[in-house]
């Protein structure tokens, strides 16, 4: 089943402490991004990824770094959490091209106290 | 700038009505819209796309350039289509497609 998987789907974690989200595909997609979800401001892009070693800077980057080493992850790091960064995570993938739709996985509930 | 605007955060109806989500963009060129909708617990997923004229779940949504607008309709409303709605932008900027989303818009069917 073709489909963009996430882990942990929930976290709590204490301020500072690093911590990664895993994000998996297996449509073989060169497009990857990361999204932070929150009440009143959608969904914002905090970094994306064209392919392999390419990476760049979305909306909202400050705070955070990923990686794309191989094709299929793309995980993001938060190397010193802090509590603004309590929010519903998404990680989404797609081919290149309009009309290719973004897919997305089921979401990390991440909350830093 | 690219920009997609939904200007009700909820919108609450009974079963069967008529059911209208706006949805308004800015952008200098062609543009390439979609919905998304997320139900209660579960990853988004595309709704439809203006490119394919398209009817899902007797959604339909038709693009006004003149008015700039995107709305998602659907004649009779039903309680399972209770979910967060977004409407998104396709961006092109050279070597990046970047989707753009509204900030949504939560519909709420009542019994």
């Known amino acids: 089943e073709a489909q963009v998987t996430q882990n942990p789907r929930y976290l709590i974690t204490v301020t500072g402490k690093k911590l990664t989200v895993t994000c998996s595909q297996n449509m073989n997609h060169e497009y990857m991004s990361w999204y932070r979800q929150d009440p009143g401001l959608g969904l914002r892009q905090i970094y994306y990824?064209?392919?392999?070693?390419?990476?760049d800077k979305g909306d909202v980057p400050e705070g955070y770094k990923v990686s794309r080493k191989e094709k299929r992850n793309f995980p993001l790091i938060l190397e010193s959490p802090s509590p603004n960064q309590t929010s519903l995570y998404f990680c989404?993938?797609?081919?290149?091209?309009?009309?290719?739709?973004?897919?997305f996985g089921n979401g990390t509930r991440l909350t830093v106290t | 700038a690219q920009r997609v605007t939904q200007p009700e955060k909820l919108l609450s109806v009974f079963k069967g009505a008529p059911v209208e989500l706006k949805c308004n963009y800015s952008y200098s060129g062609s543009p390439e819209l979609f919905w998304y909708v997320q139900y209660s617990r579960q990853r988004l997923q595309l709704l439809l796309r203006?490119?394919s004229r398209e009817s899902i779940k007797g959604f339909t949504a038709d693009l006004n350039k003149g008015e700039t607008s995107f709305h998602l309709k659907k004649p009779f409303a039903q309680e399972e289509d209770s979910a967060m709605y977004y409407c998104?932008?396709?961006?092109?900027?050279?070597?990046?497609?970047?989707?753009?989303f509204g900030t949504g818009t939560l519909l709420a069917v009542q019994p």
């Open positions: 989404a993938s797609s081919g290149l091209g309009g009309n290719s739709p973004l897919h």
């Open positions: 998104a932008l396709l961006n092109y900027g050279g070597a990046t497609n970047k989707l753009i």
């Open positions: 203006h490119i």
């Open positions: 990824s064209m392919n392999v070693e390419v990476t």
